[in-house]
């Protein structure tokens, strides 16, 4: 696995330079978290396919502001994809990610030939809690999400990478993230998206519930729906073997 930089962004990919004739993941994390939370996919699935999970503008490695939209992501995304030349690119959305996906999808629908979402729904309210608490107690909330991200049975070391990774956030790029989460919702357009889709849910997601998947199951053409027991909202870092296999076997149907 590798870091690289590319027009302000930073990343990590499975290899480089990309092999034109594989299809190309591109992993996207979710509010106040970094590409270092698909890292165990990024290595995992290299042999399989081009993998890369970028930085959003003003996480990690990559420069400029954070944003408060998730179309302006959206938009960031597809600059990303465009400028690292991915071939064949399925982006792969986790929770903010997710519906930065499904924006994608909506905004560029003849891109892509799959994707993928991840512990996410079509409308993503916040409540008004983990605005204050970012505000007010950084750390705090850090902790919050220690507790609410993972389910009880998942040891605390899987995930306290990614909550490094938080931590080192800067707050207002956070509550800029989860300001563009409570504005996003798309659910009278989830019928407009043709792309086929890969859905993962986790039974013990408090953030975003399984019902959530359902509703995206229920409302776009085509899909696949993956349900992951004991396992809370960090699917790519809780269980990383059943999400990547779950990955691999939507790649194969699709011929990708």
Not at 171 to 194: K, M, N, S
Not at 206 to 225: C, D, H, S, V
């Amino acid at each position: 696995m590798q870091e690289r930089e590319a027009a302000g962004f930073g990343f990590i990919a499975g290899s480089w330079p990309l092999d034109p004739a594989r299809a190309t993941l591109v992993f996207v994390h979710g509010a106040g978290g970094a590409s270092g939370t698909w890292a165990n996919q990024v290595d995992a699935l290299a042999a399989r396919a081009n993998t890369v999970a970028l930085d959003l503008p003003g996480h990690g490695r990559s420069k400029g502001p954070g944003r408060d939209k998730v179309s302006d992501y959206a938009k960031a995304v597809v600059e990303f994809m465009n400028e690292i030349g991915a071939p064949g690119p399925v982006p792969v959305g986790l929770s903010m990610g997710g519906a930065i996906t499904q924006r994608i999808l909506l905004d560029h629908p003849k891109g892509f030939a799959a994707a993928a979402l991840v512990s996410t729904g079509a409308r993503l309210k916040v409540l008004p809690m983990i605005f204050d608490t970012i505000k007010q107690n950084f750390p705090g909330y850090v902790e919050l999400m220690a507790k609410f991200s993972a389910s009880p049975k998942t040891p605390r070391e899987l995930i306290q990478p990614v909550l490094d990774d938080t931590a080192r956030q800067k707050p207002e790029v956070v509550a800029g993230d989860f300001r563009a989460c409570d504005a996003f919702d798309v659910r009278d357009r989830l019928a407009e998206i043709q792309t086929p889709v890969l859905i993962v849910t986790a039974e013990e997601d408090l953030l975003t519930p399984p019902k959530y998947g359902e509703f995206l199951a229920q409302n776009i053409k085509w899909t696949r729906r993956v349900h992951i027991k004991d396992s809370g909202h960090l699917i790519p870092v809780e269980k990383s073997a059943e999400l990547n296999r779950a990955l691999l076997e939507f790649l194969d149907e699709r011929g990708l």
